[in-house]
């Protein structure tokens, strides 16, 4: 996948299909519900609203439907930006330190005000001869900031639900505060139902502070106004997780022009430019060095912890550090099209996309405050038809509507998610999805191509075996002069075991034979390179110390190749990739996971299984085209395994399609990328269980979010219609409920490679 085609995808440009939008107003999970279902009425519309990053994503419009997209937020009762494609590192910042300021502001006087009315009610109710006249007035008053102005949040959520026909987890909390209130003023008024002489002024209190609410109105608004609170201050340091990646990029850059250094804005960097990055400063692009070395911190990119050596000719990623010494770098990729680009577009994307199990929690939250609603009129119902009080009635119905509030169901996914997404990014791994993490849940084997994967992908000849007349140094300047214009992996590996210094051999009526080798004529002496089929379609026998050579070359896990002098074998070279130094460390964490590993090769079984034995796999299936590795997954599976595939190239899109999770690593092909589930950035191969631990903990920590939300409601609900909760607890059960699934998200930011 292109760059431009990530970040097209990522934001409302002209000519795309997809509008990204920055809500407004949304308190609940039951808003973002509402939203969505408005928007999905749009034709051709398809819309996922998140409510734990505040952002909507509605696809199948064009960007010039951007206002009826707007439109239909804002009649569903609620505020809507297109969030343009330039926003960068500030997407995500541009409505929370307001709103998290505004629940300061009103959390600071509800709780200035609570106290004392709290001290104040139950001092005077419980000590008659502390009470003055009309305290029970002074009480009232110093209540109604609290109730209407700290509260009014609460209470404005409310009103826009009921013009739209609609409730909200605002709906019960708005319900159960006035009802509190209200209760408290009719009793004072009125005169408690339960206890004639409770009269305006200066009158009779019943034993106990429970008569009035005042205080409990005040009270579990400034609990929910402090569960808000935190909230929003945890959700807004959860998305910074998630942004961090956009942050990396430098907003600045020396582009070198006619000769001459100047700073400018890094959007105004053209592929093909030189720039200058002097110690301190960040890469602002992918490039090439064209001169200078230095070391370079890469590990807020892929995670890997030492700095990396770059000279003339390495390449280099935008984002990274440049530590110790100046380079001239040509851009080979800008923009959107820059390695950490696709990366940040590629966890938005994640975050935006719903997890089944979050699709199932959003039909829960739509009718559940419907349900609490009725819930709390048939508590009231059933207390009075029972005979009791109207006081313990009505105590018994608030506490209903307080501690129904199902925000923790409604948090427990994306929370967890977000945080998720944005620890994998800063250890080098990408989690393109939540299906992703559902998967990485139920595998149990994992299937490893070696080729790119295991090792470093540059093939290099590690062994001349001589078996005839020919000196070694003889063997090797034919054999490299006769593959100098093979185009093969094998034929240039055996080119660069020329001398530099010695001068070309003359190389005529070169032919390559596909699948086979090459021959040549060098210095008027018949060259031929290749396998033992190349051997015998050419007349040339293979004696048995060729054979020989080849048996050994193939047990120790290198390629044979045959190399032919005049019709006579001469040698034979032992080629192979070189493992990475991590490999065997991987497939060693990997095991300790539980997980069963395979390795899947194209070479030949020995080879093969010389491998497998130097890294420690537990099995290993060799000789399989390209075309084949699809079916040896579906083979895995057939038998019943959960198979994840960790794979780089083009011959292993399909597989990694196939597969119950596909690893695709960063320098695969773009085929291979839009064909997996994860990508991995870091070269360090610790990063294939590293992502598949972590997306295990992030899935580990949704299901515990949804298990105690969906527990604490089931619990709570008939506790407080059967009158074992007051209101007060209620409020402060349900502040904490909220809180406990956004701090225990926010753990995943402590995961360690």
């Not at 600071?108 to 305290?135: C, D, E, K, Q, S």
């Not at 959700?235 to 990029?249: F, K, M, P, Q, T």
């Not at 032919?511 to 040339?540: C, F, H, Q, T």
């Not at 059960?733 to 753990?747: C, G, K, P, Q």
Request: with cysteine.
């Amino acid at each position: 996948m292109t760059g431009t085609e990530l970040i097209n995808n990522g934001t409302a440009t002209e000519g795309t299909d997809r509008i990204e939008l920055e809500i407004g107003g949304m308190t609940c999970a039951a808003c973002a519900t509402r939203i969505e279902k408005k928007l999905n009425r749009l034709d051709g519309a398809t819309a996922i609203v998140n409510y734990a990053t505040e952002r909507a994503v509605v696809t199948g419009l064009t960007a010039d439907r951007a206002p009826d997209v707007v439109d239909a937020v804002r009649k569903a009762g609620y505020t809507a930006d297109v969030i343009p494609a330039d926003t960068g590192a500030d997407r995500y910042e541009s409505s929370r330190p307001d709103r998290v300021g505004m629940l300061r502001r009103r959390l600071a006087v509800a709780a200035i005000l609570t106290l004392p009315l709290g001290n104040l009610t139950i001092a005077l109710a419980l000590v008659p001869g502390l009470r003055f006249p009309y305290w029970e007035w002074l009480c009232v008053l110093i209540a109604i900031p609290v109730v209407f102005w700290c509260a009014w949040p609460f209470h404005r959520a409310t009103l826009r639900n009921l013009a739209h026909r609609s409730f909200s987890m605002d709906t019960l909390v708005s319900l159960g505060v006035l009802s509190a209130f209200g209760w408290s003023v009719v009793s004072l008024i009125t005169g408690s139902p339960d206890d004639r002489g409770y009269w305006l002024g200066y009158g009779i209190t019943p034993a106990g502070a429970d008569s009035i609410y005042l205080e409990v109105a005040a009270a579990v608004t400034t609990f929910l106004l402090t569960g808000r609170y935190f909230e929003a201050r945890a959700r807004r340091s959860a998305a910074d997780v998630l942004g961090a990646l956009n942050r990396l990029a430098a907003n600045r850059v020396r582009v070198v022009r006619d000769g001459e250094e100047r700073v400018i804005d890094v959007a105004e960097l053209r592929v093909g430019e030189t720039f200058a990055v002097r110690p301190g400063e960040t890469i602002a692009a992918d490039g090439t060095v064209l001169d200078g070395a230095s070391s370079i911190e890469v590990s807020m990119m892929t995670g890997e912890p030492l700095p990396v050596e770059a000279t003339a000719g390495s390449t280099v990623l935008g984002g990274t550090i440049n530590l110790t010494g100046r380079m001239l770098i040509k851009a080979d990729r800008v923009g959107e099209q820059t390695q950490l680009a696709q990366m940040a577009v590629l966890a938005e994307q994640a975050q935006a996309r719903k997890a089944r199990v979050q699709r199932l929690v959003d039909r829960v939250v739509a009718v559940f405050v419907p349900a609490v609603l009725i819930i709390a009129a048939l508590t009231l119902a059933g207390w009075l038809i029972t005979g009791s009080g109207v006081r313990e009635a009505a105590s018994a119905a608030i506490s209903v509507l307080i501690i129904a509030c199902p925000c923790a169901l409604g948090l427990a996914t994306p929370t967890a998610l977000m945080v998720g997404v944005g620890r994998a990014g800063q250890l080098g791994i990408v989690i393109k999805g939540p299906d992703a993490l559902e998967a990485s849940g139920e595998i149990d084997t994992v299937v490893l191509d070696k080729t790119g994967t295991l090792t470093e992908g540059s093939v290099a000849v590690r062994s001349v075996r001589i078996v005839g007349d020919l000196a070694e140094p003889d063997v090797v300047r034919l054999a490299a002069a006769t593959e100098r214009h093979s185009e093969h992996p094998v034929g240039a590996a055996i080119a660069a075991l020329a001398d530099p210094d010695a001068p070309e051999p003359a190389v005529t009526d070169f032919a390559a034979e596909p699948g086979l080798g090459a021959r040549a004529a060098v210095d008027g002496r018949r060259v031929v390179i290749g396998n033992a089929k190349l051997m015998e379609r050419s007349g040339i026998a293979v004696p048995e110390a060729a054979g020989e050579a080849l048996a050994t070359a193939e047990s120790e896990g290198q390629t044979a190749v045959l190399v032919a002098v005049d019709d006579a074998v001469v040698a034979v070279l032992g080629l192979a990739d070189t493992l990475r130094d991590s490999a065997a460390e991987a497939v060693a964490e990997l095991r300790r996971l539980g997980l069963t590993t395979v390795l899947l090769t194209g070479d030949n079984e020995r080879a093969a299984n010389a491998v497998g034995t130097a890294i420690g796999v537990d099995a290993v299936i060799a000789d399989v085209l390209p075309t084949q590795k699809a079916a040896a997954i579906e083979s895995l599976q057939a038998g019943g395994a959960k198979v994840a595939m960790v794979g780089d190239g083009i011959n292993d899109a399909t597989a990694l399609a196939t597969a119950d999770l596909g690893l695709a690593v960063i320098n695969g092909t773009d085929i291979a990328l839009r064909s997996a589930d994860l990508i991995l950035v870091r070269r360090h191969l610790g990063v294939i269980p590293d992502a598949i631990e972590l997306s295990r903990r992030t899935l580990k920590t949704i299901r515990g979010n949804l298990i105690w939300a969906f527990g604490y409601n089931i619990a709570a609900i008939p506790l407080a219609a059967a009158g074992w909760l007051n209101p007060l607890i209620a409020g402060v059960a349900m502040s904490l409920s909220s809180i406990f699934v956004v701090t225990n998200s926010l753990r995943l930011r402590n995961f360690r490679s």
